[in-house]
Nanobody, 122 residues
Framework: QLQLVESGGGLVQPGGSLRLSCAAS????????IAWFRQAPGKEREGLSC????????YYADSVKGRFTISGDNAKTTVYLQMNSLKPEDTAVYYC???????????????WGQGTQVTVSS
């Protein structure tokens, strides 16, 4: 069974940082592209960043460029999203997704995690 499990969400003050993790079980991410998305209440799912595991190539949405960093571990079982300088508008449920095809920031991925809540508030 191929599964993705996110963790690391929580409540953080504006300007703070969080690191989200996306752990794969049932497969390794060697030949996959992994992306992070978020969805705030009443809004469409937004693609944030993706990484191609085979060569480490990354891509970021303008809304998070310079603040968020995507990376993977050497074992290619976990992908991280380091989020710095968080703003209240970053509040959302964050999802990771994976597919053997690079869909970029389009929500077309085959496998999705259950999501983790990130709340940025003072």
């Amino acid at each position: 069974q191929l599964q993705l499990v996110e963790s690391g969400g929580g409540l953080v003050q504006p300007g703070g940082s969080l690191r989200l993790s996306c752990a794969a079980s049932g497969f390794t991410l060697d030949y996959y592209t992994i992306a992070w998305f978020r969805q705030a209440p009443g809004k469409e799912r937004e693609g944030l960043s993706c990484i191609r595991a085979s060569d480490g190539n990354t891509y970021y949405a303008d809304s998070v460029k310079g603040r968020f960093t995507i990376s993977g571990d050497n074992a290619k079982t976990t992908v991280y999203l380091q989020m710095n300088s968080l703003k209240p508008e970053d509040t959302a449920v964050y999802y990771c997704a994976a597919a053997p095809i690079n869909y970029g920031l389009r929500p077309l991925y085959d496998y999705w995690g259950q999501g983790t809540q990130v709340t940025v508030s003072s």
